[in-house]
């Protein structure tokens, strides 16, 4: 079972997305040398993983964007395209 | 794989969308149905089977810089072709996981038991199709026979929360005499994963396109929407109607669109017969980009130019809100034209809104991506 993450752990977690979100050269540099990126000293195998998560929810945030579901018919976004079936 | 820089093939290398009509035959006869006027080809025969396995061998193929594909199934009733969609789910199976994932949008009257388990197979995203209480669904939506099936809908809606691990977005549409409060209250009452009301997609002069007043009183509730998406995410909820989400999220990450959406690109549409649109909203207007038998590159090709070359019109340069809007949809526009373009406005000045409401506190915004 998933060690449960504490609310401090989740909104430094949530902070991180957001940094990583919105300022594309810390998320380049978490990627290239996340040592650094992180200011620590040493990568864990569970920083690695946390890095891994941050990452990917940029990169789903990012899809989302893109899949913009202004009609009903779109279904992503939500969704994709206008609903009259 | 390095992280998608947003730029001009937005997030090419995450996900595609794909519209697929595997036909346009539909047992209902929706007062306010487009399809039969301006999509459908006439006479065109539905998906074979086999032309349903090439379709998702060759997506693979043509979609090969990209991590997944979503296959949404369109129509017509895309749950009146069984065996273009079960040989769909079955050929997506043998590829790896999370490579192929499946969306429907359905009337929800075709609810037979081998349709709810193949909807289970594919763990299918399903639209749904409710526009209010029975009064109010059973006015437009009847069958050929011209039968009410607003029970029958419900009882798909039950069958597929109890015996499937399938979600559910409701889709209400909003036209005279039935407003986006009332539908989204409505849709509000049922079991569903995510709602959407919307008005009617007609010209102005049909007797359900909404009146002037209504229309104002649209945007009113548009607002009111907003309003509750707000109040959601203050409370950590993702919101049931998540329309703003894409924009607010695109206000976050402080970035501008280059396209309304992903069509031609991340985005595609399949006609029954394998050709290829860049959407099957598009109707007749859409460009053929090739058709499924073609060798992939040049569909893709033709998709990526035709995008690039889709600009917004002269008129959209001045708009304050261009860069969250990118022209609006291709598919919509030529028909309901300026109300699509108001409501459009007004969708983009509300994510505004939103966005500035959470600006001390901006981590609560990625409740819009799941991430609480």
């Not at chain 2, 509730?221 to 409370?235: N, P, Q, S």
């Amino acid at each position: 079972m998933p060690e449960k993450k504490s609310r401090s752990e989740l909104q430094r977690q949530k902070d991180l997305i957001l940094r990583a979100l919105t300022d594309p050269k810390f998320r380049t540099l978490l990627q290239e040398n996340p040592v650094k990126a992180l200011e620590i000293s040493k990568l864990t195998s569970e920083t690695k993983k946390e890095i891994r998560f941050i990452l990917a929810a940029v990169k789903g945030i990012n899809t989302q964007i893109s899949a913009l579901a202004d009609q009903l018919l779109c279904v992503t976004g939500g969704g994709g395209g206008c609903g009259i079936a | 794989m390095a992280v998608v820089a947003v730029s001009h093939d937005i997030a090419l290398d995450l996900k595609a969308e794909i519209l697929v009509a595997t036909t346009w035959q539909c047992n209902l006869r929706c007062s306010y149905c487009f399809v039969d006027n301006s999509i459908a080809p006439p006479h065109q025969p539905q998906m074979s089977p086999l032309l349903a396995e090439k379709t998702v061998d060759a997506l693979h193929e043509g979609f090969a810089d990209v991590e997944h594909i979503c296959i949404h199934l369109y129509g017509g009733e895309p749950l009146s072709n069984l065996p273009a969609l079960r040989a769909m789910v079955s050929r997506a199976a043998t590829y790896p996981v999370g490579r192929f994932s499946f969306a429907i949008t359905t009337n929800g009257t075709l609810g037979t038991p081998e349709a709810i388990s193949l909807l289970h197979k594919g763990e299918f995203q399903v639209i749904l199709s409710i526009d209010g209480p029975s009064e109010i669904h059973d006015s437009m939506r009847y069958t050929v026979l011209n039968e009410a099936t607003h029970h029958t809908v419900i009882t798909f809606l039950n069958t597929l929360r109890r015996d499937t691990c399938c979600s559910v977005r409701g889709s209400s549409v909003v036209r005279s005499g039935w407003s986006l409060s009332e539908a989204s209250a409505y849709l509000r009452t049922l079991p569903l994963h995510t709602i959407k009301a919307q008005a009617v997609r007609s010209s102005p002069e049909t007797a359900y396109a909404l009146t002037d007043q209504e229309f104002q009183t649209y945007l009113d509730d548009l607002d009111a929407v907003g309003d509750r998406v707000i109040e959601e995410i203050d409370l950590g909820k993702m919101p049931l109607d998540d329309r703003f989400s894409a924009r607010v999220l695109q206000l976050l990450a402080g970035i501008e669109r280059n396209s309304f959406c992903g069509a031609g690109n991340s985005m595609l549409g399949i006609n029954p017969d394998g050709s290829i649109v860049p959407c099957v909203l598009m109707g007749e207007s859409a460009p053929v980009l090739g058709n499924i038998n073609e060798d992939p590159a040049i569909w893709r090709m033709n998709g990526v130019q035709w995008s690039k070359a889709s600009t917004p019109s002269l008129k959209c340069e001045k708009c304050p809100i261009l860069s969250l809007c990118r022209g609006g949809c291709p598919a919509v526009m030529p028909i309901c034209a300026e109300s699509e373009c108001e409501i459009t406005r007004k969708n983009c000045e509300i994510a505004l809104r939103i966005f500035r409401h959470f600006q001390h506190d901006p981590t609560k915004l990625l409740i819009l991506a799941g991430i609480s």
